[in-house]
Every structure is written in C-alpha cells, then in structure tokens.
C-alpha cells in the first residue's frame, strides 16, 4: 500500500472514529469502552471483548453533557461523556472506569445511571506504589475479571490473559517502532501523522491495530523524505491527547513534534507487561508502578527536592535526550489537579535538564487555538525556530 | 504583588447557639498551641488531612495535628486568602486547583522564604511541621499532591501518603463482595502509618491507650449523631450556619475528651431550646437542606439572610462525617486498627444497602430522600465551589436523579379543562456559585438575588400546596 493511501484511510477512521468498532458490534461482538490508561485492557481482550477508548471531540461544543456534570470537571472529560451522553458511542456494551482522578470518581453514578449500556464496572487502581498496595491490587483485578466472565458467560483462562498480554505487549512494541521513526532530523514521521494513527488503534482491536502500525511503520520507512521541514525538536507533556490540533499547530508553525510523555503517547504505551510468572500479578506491576501518572505518589526516596524530581520525572529527560529534544511543550487541561499541582516541580525538573519548557494550561475547546498559536509561535522563535 | 492587600473583614454571623458561638475562639486556641509547641519543641507536629480515621493513631502517640484545610478555611472566613492565593499563582498553579491547597502551598512557599511566619498572618499563622501525612482516597486528588507539592520548599520535612480506598458504589455488585480485601489493606496502611510515626517521635505505640481513644472516638460519633437528630425537632433549634462552627470539634478534635464535652453540652443546649419551642428562626416558614457542597467561608452571613425569610436548615450533607455505629454491618473486632479500618469502611458504604432497594436511587440520593423525609424538608440548597472537584461533583446530577425518582409535594395546578388539579412534584432546589475561599469568585448581590428567588419559589409551592 502507498503511503498517501495509507494516511487517506488513517485519517478516514481518524475522523470516523468507531465506525470500525460499530460495524464488529453488529457482527456481534461486545465493545467495551473506557477512560484513561489504567484500565488493564489485557483482560477485556482476554474476556473476548474488543477494548474501545472514549474519545472527546474539541470541535464540537459540550452541550447535553452540561445539563448533568458540573463544569469544574475535566474539559476532555467532559468532551468524552457529552458525546457519549448525545449516542456517538452507542454501540458500546459497557464501560469501565478506573480510579484515576476526581472527575472520574465523582461522575462514576452520572456516567452510569445516565447512559444506557448494561454493563460498567470501575477498577479502583491504588494511589501508592508499595507491596500492600500490589496484593490489593491484584484483588481488584480478580474482581474485574469476575465481572468481565459475568458479562461475556465465559471464564477467562490463564492461557487467554498470556495471550492478550502478549498481543498488546505486541502493540506497545510496534508503538516503540513508530517513534524510532521520529528520531531522523527532520523527523520522517510527524508528530500529526503519528497522534492520528494512535488514537486510530486504540479504537480498534488490537490484533486489527498490530496490522495498521505495521502498515504505516513499512509505508514511512519507505519514504525518501520527511513530511517536515526541520525545525525545533518538540516534546509534548501532559495527559491524554486524543486531537490532533496541538500538535498540528507546533508543526504548522515550523516545529516537529518528535516525543512525548502524554497519557495515549509514550507515557503508557512502551511500558510493557511481564510475560512470565502469574499474569494477574504482572499486570498489577504494570498498570499500578510502570504507568508514570502523577494520580500515583511516589515518596521521596532522595531527601531532596533535585532527587525527587529527578526520580519522579526521569522519563521526561530521558527521552528528551534519546529523541534530541530543543523543547516542551507542558500541556495541562484546567481542572486537573494531578497535573495542575505538579506544574512547579515540573518547571523546575525542565531547568535542571536546561530543556526550555513553555506551560499552557488548555481548556479542550478549539475556540482556543487561537491563543495557544500565538504563545507557541512566540516560543519556537525564543528557542530559535 | 498585592500580598499585603486584604479584604473588608466581614460582618460577623448571628448563630442560633452558645455552642456554635465558642468555636470561634476554640479554632484560635488550637491554633495558637500549634505554635506554641513548635517553639518549645517537646511534640511532634504533623500537616494533616480531614476524614481520614487517623486522628486517634496521632493522639495516642502526642503527635498535634495542623490541619491545613482548616488553616486555609480561617483564611477564607477572615478574607485573607487571596495574599496566599497570588503566591501560588506565581508559582505556576492554576486558580481552578483546590484553593485550600493552594492558600496552603503560598503560605508554606512564603514562610520558608522568610524563614518566620509572613506579615501578619491570620491567627499567628501555620506552624512548620516535623512531618506531613497525606492520603490517597478515592475522594480527592489534591490530598496526595499538596504536600507533595509543598515539600518542594521544605524538602528536609517528610511525607508518609496513607491510601484509604473504599469500594465505590455500584449497582450490581454487593460491596461486601471486595471489603474483605479492602478492610485488609486498609489495616496495613494504617498499621504503616504507625510504624512511620514511631521513626518520627521516636516512641513505641501504646495500644491500651489508642484503645481507650478509639472508644472515646465512637462515644463521641454516636453523641453527634444523637445531637443532630434532635434538630429534626418544629422549629429547628440549630442549622447549617451553626453546623459550619459545629464541624470544627467533629473534623479536627475527635478522640479528645473536649470533643465529647462539647457534643454533651450541644445536646443539653437543644434539648432545652426545644423544650421552650426555640427554633433557629422565630416564624419558621420553610424547612431546607444544605444537600452538598462546602460553604463559602467568607459568607456564612448568607445563612443569616435565609433565616431573615424564615427558612432554616435542620440538616446538612455537609460534615455529617458520622452515621450511627450500630447500624453498621461492621464485624466487632478487640484490635484498634482493625475497628478503624472497619468504621472507615462502614461509614463509607453506610446508604448502599438502602439505595439498592429503590428502584433508580444511589447512595446520595438516598440520603437526600431519607433526610428530606426525616427532617420534613421543604427544599435543597447546594453550593458548587468552583475549585473542588471532590464534594461539587456531581450535584447537579443528584438534583436530577431526585427529581425523577421522588416527586412528595402535592401541588394544585390548572389543568388543560382549566380546573384545578393534583400534581406531584419534585423538591424546589436551588444552586449557589462560588468558591470555598476564593473570595473573587463570590457576589453578594447575585447571591440574594438567587436566594429571593428560590424563598419566591419556596411560598409559591406553601400556597398551593394541596396536602
């Protein structure tokens, strides 16, 4: 397949997302849908289930989803249940969501009282990182994988929960190929390019989203040129970014988006699951100590503010030096507190690693972008763009 | 900066009791022997959290609690938190975060800069801890970032994060199904949390005495439920403005006897304003609920302006941290850690039972129809405070949920053929905008803007009410 052949239909399921999703549901299949990276999708693959991400949409304005959800809420979250509370996602049989943040947790009854899915179960995904908290983990997982064989009327075998693990280890590797492509300079993936094919696969199942990163990892190694024309290395930092506009931007204002440490990015994506040993317990590991959100305290082990933040923001510099980053881009959405309270230390972290940072704190709205053009044009010129 | 810039002090609320006047002073006692100890330095003191089951561990071990939200709360009530706020802001921290957390991470910011407490900060200030403990709950994010975030200026002061889940309501699912692991873990973080603040003090826990507090703790819980239950009294004899003052001995005294002799003496004084037929208001009109949300510190006069048009408010979602033991399903236990593991847990899952057998209810919901019942109440009042999403989310879906379920009040409407006719309707509600202590998000006149209009709407459904 051509690479423009390609990115057409990329960016056809970009913009059609779940269509692929509804189609299996009318096949019979059950979709099960979710918010946020903890949410184990091992084990709905492993129940026979397709894992299906919700999405918000920053074009389209939270209308219905405000007659029932406070706006202090997370704007994307809000963008995720308006569309869902308006149908977009009606072919869903169920939904999960994890204990990630207080717009989560406090909006778990309005999400399921309110929509009309016969299943949903919330995975309650402890804050710290400590043996107690990995036993009481695993149970939780037991607990999901109760629920899980209730709704499918089958039990899911050890050898189902291997396979999945395997199947979307597969995933997260073919992920890592993806943005090995971004370290030529100029990039010969862009960042556009690879936020599209992202948020694609995690709305389809994984053995279908294994083919498509496999498609386009062949079609750009093909390439005999970068999309883009060089400019400052850009990484991308914060949570879930499920639109293309940000990233768009920088490169529209001559940037190249080459990393990130975002939520359905790097972040969570290359952390993989232990393949050997009992699966529930390498899941736990995974989920609960390999995901690097701030919703998790880790504990000061070094005594001292330069050592903490250089523990718990290590992933930050190393792939700003494995991706050759000239900058960052701190892309925080109001009302996040996980994120809103680490902005300081996040600062700080960015000067001892001398990697010029700009922060915005975003609204999830594209009235917006605006605003957030005229602050990123300014910042790529300060770091000489 | 404006940091020396301070509000207008506002004017101080008329309270319906003698008890709810004294907490004033009380607040300012205990924060004065904050600084005290630091500056004779024999006890340990620790930054704490609210409702997190622990404070009995903390006394037992002559650790002082600073309880950080109750020093951002009398920065709000004094409108004095805006110096604070701007510190934050200045760090990078956006005003739609915890303004709590935020008053409290500009004060720490500011006084470890100076190196003494800044410019005349309220009450004396807050005092340097030796130690900080934080929680992870499933109720609020800020309660594991705070310290977190604050330790950045004072790195030397460490941070034990104790995580207290519990199981989320969910309508399929019998809670008893996971507590057992739940109550599990629950007992080995606060087992952890003992053994930290043994390193820090430096001494063995004594468990007799934790014991002895623990039960002082739940003869105190139960004296609070039985206190506030006489408020179901005609008129009511104490509302949610005295409630506001009334929360100090219940979040940040419990396991002391003072907290005991209080409620004992509340009680005694509602007995006998009931006795004489004493309500909070003199011609109570209307009977509502504060139903959710913290208050607006700097506005507690607001309560006085409700009680100007006769309405008072017998009971409050707001903290009412206690439901009565012995209707807890909770296994007994001779262990301390396991009995407060077990209270955590009974508290939380408290109105799951009764919600699952009403078709559509949920847990706060039914606690608003079980009060509304309880407390013949005529309408709701919430209050959203912009920056808190742990106690504002999902309050506009609770009012919703309510009115399709629960339709109590017989109305006389003018049906189609132009006859009167009965109609059963919802609960009149109202929602209040503001902020805990972010006085710039708050304006009086459109707050009794709103509050006239709701008491139009609250006489409107007296006059046609058809039973």
């Known amino acids: 397949m051509k690479i423009d052949e390609v990115f057409s239909m990329i960016e056809n399921q970009f913009n059609q997302y779940g269509s692929r999703a509804r189609q299996l549901r009318e096949e019979g299949r059950k979709v099960i849908g979710y918010i946020c990276s903890f949410v184990p999708l091992e084990m709905i693959t492993a129940s026979g289930a397709i894992p299906f991400r919700v999405r918000g949409n920053i074009h389209e304005p939270i209308?219905?989803?405000?007659?029932?959800?406070?706006?202090?809420?997370?704007?994307?979250?809000?963008?995720?249940?308006?569309?869902?509370?308006?149908?977009?996602?009606?072919?869903?049989?169920?939904?999960?969501?994890?204990?990630?943040?207080?717009?989560?947790?406090?909006s778990y009854s309005v999400w399921s009282y309110s929509l009309p899915y016969s299943y949903f179960h919330f995975v309650n995904v402890p804050t710290i990182c400590e043996e107690s908290s990995f036993e009481f983990f695993e149970e939780e997982l037991k607990h999901f994988k109760r629920s899980l064989e209730r709704l499918m009327d089958k039990s899911i075998e050890e050898e189902d929960l291997l396979k999945a693990i395997q199947l979307h280890n597969q995933n997260r590797e073919k992920i890592r190929a993806l943005y090995e492509l971004r370290k030529s300079d100029p990039p010969l993936l862009s960042g556009t390019e690879l936020m599209m094919t992202l948020t694609v696969g995690s709305g389809l199942p994984v053995d279908e989203s294994n083919e498509w990163f496999d498609r386009v990892i062949k079609a750009v190694k093909g390439r005999d040129a970068s999309p883009l024309s060089k400019g400052p290395r850009i990484l991308i930092d914060g949570a879930c970014i499920d639109h293309i506009e940000l990233v768009k931007l920088v490169e529209e204002l001559g940037g190249n988006v080459v990393a990130d440490t975002i939520c359905n990015g790097a972040r969570d994506s290359f952390p993989k699951t232990e393949e050997s040993g009992d699966p529930i317990r390498a899941l736990s590991h995974r989920y609960l100590e390999k995901l690097n959100c701030p919703k998790t305290y880790r504990a000061n082990k070094a005594g001292t503010f330069e050592g903490d933040i250089a523990s718990r923001f290590g992933d930050i510099g190393a792939y700003a030096k494995e991706f050759r980053v000239d900058g960052a881009i701190l892309y925080v959405y109001k009302y996040c507190d996980p994120f809103g309270f680490e902005v300081p230390a996040r600062k700080a972290y960015y000067q001892l690693i001398r990697v010029p940072m700009l922060h915005l704190e975003d609204t999830y709205s594209a009235g917006n972008l605006g605003q957030l053009r005229t602050r990123i044009q300014a910042f790529l010129e300060m770091i000489g763009g | 900066m404006t940091e020396e810039q301070k509000e207008a002090k506002p004017k101080k609320r008329m309270t319906a009791t003698k008890a709810a006047a004294s907490i004033g002073p009380l607040v300012k006692e205990f924060i004065t022997e904050t600084l005290k100890a630091r500056a004779e330095g024999k006890q340990k003191l620790a930054y704490t959290f609210i409702v997190c089951h622990h404070e009995e561990i903390l006394r037992a071990m002559d650790v002082i609690p600073i309880w950080t939200e109750n020093f951002a709360g009398v920065c709000g009530a004094k409108r004095d938190a805006e110096r604070f706020l701007q510190r934050a802001e200045s760090l990078g921290l956006s005003r739609s975060l915890c303004t709590y957390a935020l008053c409290g991470i500009g004060f720490d910011q500011w006084r470890e800069e100076l190196g003494e407490m800044p410019p005349d900060s309220p009450w004396g200030g807050m005092a340097r801890p030796d130690f900080m403990i934080s929680s992870g709950q499933i109720l609020c994010d800020p309660r594991s970032k705070w310290y977190q975030a604050s330790q950045q200026f004072m790195p030397d002061v460490p941070i034990y994060n104790i995580d207290l889940p519990y199981p989320l309501f969910q309508r399929d699912q019998d809670h008893r199904e996971v507590w057992g692991y739940y109550h599990k873990y629950i007992v080995k973080q606060l087992r952890g949390l003992v053994a930290?603040?043994?390193?820090?003090?430096?001494?063995?826990?004594?468990?007799?005495?934790?014991?002895?507090?623990?039960?002082?703790?739940?003869?105190?819980?139960?004296?609070?439920?039985?206190?506030?239950?006489?408020?179901?009294?005609?008129?009511?004899?104490?509302?949610?403005?005295?409630?506001?003052?009334?929360?100090?001995?219940?979040?940040?005294?419990?396991?002391?006897?003072?907290?005991?002799?209080?409620?004992?003496?509340?009680?005694?004084?509602?007995?006998?304003?009931?006795?004489?037929?004493?309500?909070?208001?003199?011609?109570?009109?209307?009977?509502?609920?504060?139903?959710?949300?913290?208050?607006?510190?700097?506005?507690?006069?607001?309560?006085?302006?409700?009680?100007?048009?006769?309405?008072?408010?017998?009971?409050?979602?707001?903290?009412?941290?206690?439901?009565?033991?012995?209707?807890?399903?909770?296994?007994?236990?001779?262990?301390?850690?396991?009995?407060?593991?077990?209270?955590?847990?009974?508290?939380?899952?408290?109105?799951?039972?009764?919600?699952?057998?009403?078709?559509?209810?949920?847990?706060?919901?039914?606690?608003?129809?079980?009060?509304?019942?309880?407390?013949?109440?005529d309408g709701i009042v919430m209050h959203e405070a912009f920056s808190c999403r742990t106690w504002h989310v999902g309050l506009i879906w609770q009012l919703h949920q309510l009115g399709k379920i629960y339709k109590p009040i017989p109305l006389y409407v003018v049906g189609k053929d132009g006859k009167k006719e009965v109609v059963m309707k919802e609960l009149p509600s109202l929602i209040l905008e503001s902020d805990i202590i972010d006085i710039t998000s708050y304006s009086e006149v459109d707050t009794r803007n709103k509050i006239d209009a709701f008491i139009e709407t609250l006489e409107s459904y007296r006059l046609n009410r058809a039973y």
């Open chain 1, 63 to 106: 209308t219905l989803g405000d007659t029932l959800l406070e706006t202090i809420v997370c704007p994307y979250y809000r963008s995720c249940f308006d569309l869902s509370i308006k149908g977009r996602y009606e072919f869903l049989s169920g939904l999960v969501i994890p204990h990630a943040c207080d717009s989560m947790v406090r």
């Open chain 2, 196 to 377: 930290f603040v043994e390193e820090q003090t430096k001494k063995k826990m004594d468990y007799d005495r934790l014991r002895e507090l623990v039960d002082l703790s739940d003869r105190t819980w139960n004296l609070i439920d039985e206190t506030y239950r006489l408020r179901k009294a005609v008129p009511c004899p104490m509302g949610t403005g005295d409630a506001m003052n009334t929360m100090v001995p219940i979040c940040f005294m419990m396991a002391t006897q003072r907290a005991y002799d209080f409620f004992v003496e509340l009680k005694k004084e509602l007995e006998e304003k009931i006795a004489r037929g004493e309500g909070e208001v003199e011609n109570e009109k209307y009977r509502l609920m504060w139903g959710g949300g913290l208050p607006a510190w700097y506005a507690l006069n607001d309560f006085n302006y409700f009680n100007s048009k006769g309405a008072s408010f017998p009971v409050e979602t707001t903290y009412r941290m206690v439901a009565p033991l012995h209707e807890m399903d909770i296994p007994e236990t001779k262990d301390p850690i396991e009995h407060l593991a077990w209270r955590w847990l009974g508290y939380w899952t408290f109105w799951y039972d009764k919600a699952r057998k009403r078709p559509d209810s949920e847990p706060d919901v039914e606690r608003l129809i079980n009060w509304i019942e309880e407390y013949k109440i």
